[in-house]
């Protein structure tokens, strides 16, 4: 993903200086930056979400339950 982030970067970045619009230069050089620190959306861990876990003690002990048929 990386690379292709890379690749796409120098690609905005020359599309960008050959139409001579700065701001194309500026969002490849940033894609570039992204892709060369492998930085991103996700880097810090915030797409992870964590689960609070319930101790284990004597009241979380899994029942058996029994269940009737009715007919």
Known sequence: MRLLRLFLSIAVMVQGYQD???????LGFMFLLMSIF????????????RVKEKPFNATNKTEDI???EVV
């Open 66 to 68: 029994t269940y009737e």
């Open 20 to 26: 001579k619009q700065g701001t194309l230069v500026l």
């Open 38 to 49: 492998g930085i991103g959306c996700c880097s810090g861990g915030s797409c992870i979400t």
